[in-house]
C-alpha cells in the first residue's frame, strides 16, 4: 500500500470472504498478529484490523507473532528457540516448548516458556546449545549453520489456538498497539540528537 503501489490487502479480505460464500457480517471476531516485526508492516496490519473490528462492531484478537510462528511447530514435541530478525545486528528470541501429540493430525499444545528477548546471533546459537534446544529461524531460509528448519508467523495458525482463545481478551480498539519489540529507527536518532525521550502527548 502507498503511492504507486498496488493495494492488494482489501482486495484480498474481499477474495477470502467469498471463497468461504461469507460476509463481514459473519465475521465474529478478527485476529492479528501483535509483533514483533517490521515497524510499518505491524502499523498497516494493525490499523487495517482496528478499522474492520470497529466498523463491524466486533471484538479484535493480537496474537503474538512468535507465537504464531512456534504453532507451525505442532506436529513434533520438543522444546524450540524461536528467532526473527531484531535488525541492528540482533534477534529476537523465544524458547516454545511442544507437548506430545496424543492424537495424529491434531498437533501438540505449544506454550510460551518465559517472555521474548533481543540478543546477538551468537548468543541465541549458545542458549539453544546449552540446554539441548532445537533452534528455528523466523523466515524463509536459516541463519545459523545450528538452525534445524524455519517457521512463518502464519495467519492460518491461529486456527491452532482454538484450545486456548479463553487466555486471549479482545483489545482495546483506541489504546491497543503492537508490539515493535524496539523503537523505531527515527525515534532513536530523534532522542540521540535531543538527548531526552520523544514526547508521546
Given at each position: 500500500m502507498g503511492p504507486a503501489r498496488e493495494d492488494a490487502l482489501m482486495p484480498a479480505i474481499a477474495a477470502t470472504l467469498q471463497d468461504a460464500s461469507?460476509?463481514?457480517?459473519?465475521?465474529r471476531a478478527i485476529a492479528c498478529g501483535s509483533g514483533p516485526g517490521s515497524f510499518t508492516s505491524l502499523r498497516i496490519a494493525a490499523a487495517l484490523s482496528k478499522g474492520?473490528?470497529?466498523?463491524?462492531?466486533?471484538?479484535?484478537?493480537?496474537?503474538?507473532s512468535m507465537l504464531l510462528a512456534a504453532l507451525e511447530l505442532r506436529a513434533q514435541s520438543g522444546s524450540y528457540v524461536l528467532h526473527g530478525d531484531a535488525l541492528r545486528g540482533e534477534r529476537f528470541a523465544q524458547r516454545f516448548d511442544v507437548g506430545v501429540v496424543a492424537v495424529a493430525g491434531t498437533g501438540g499444545i505449544v506454550t510460551a516458556i518465559g517472555g521474548m528477548v533481543r540478543m546477538v546471533l551468537a548468543d541465541v546459537e549458545q542458549w539453544a546449545t546449552s540446554q539441548s534446544l532445537v533452534l528455528v529461524a523466523i523466515g524463509s531460509t536459516p541463519v545459523s549453520a545450528c538452525d534445524a528448519r524455519s517457521a512463518w508467523p502464519r495467519a492460518r495458525n491461529a486456527a491452532a489456538l482454538a484450545t486456548v482463545w479463553e487466555s486471549f481478551r479482545p483489545v482495546d480498539l483506541a489504546a491497543w498497539e503492537p508490539d515493535y519489540g524496539r523503537l523505531a529507527e527515527a525515534q532513536v536518532k530523534w532522542e540521540e540528537t535531543h538527548q531526552r525521550a520523544l514526547p508521546t502527548g
Open positions: 461469507a460476509t463481514m457480517a459473519d465475521v474492520l473490528a470497529q466498523a463491524s462492531q466486533i471484538p479484535l484478537y493480537a496474537i503474538p
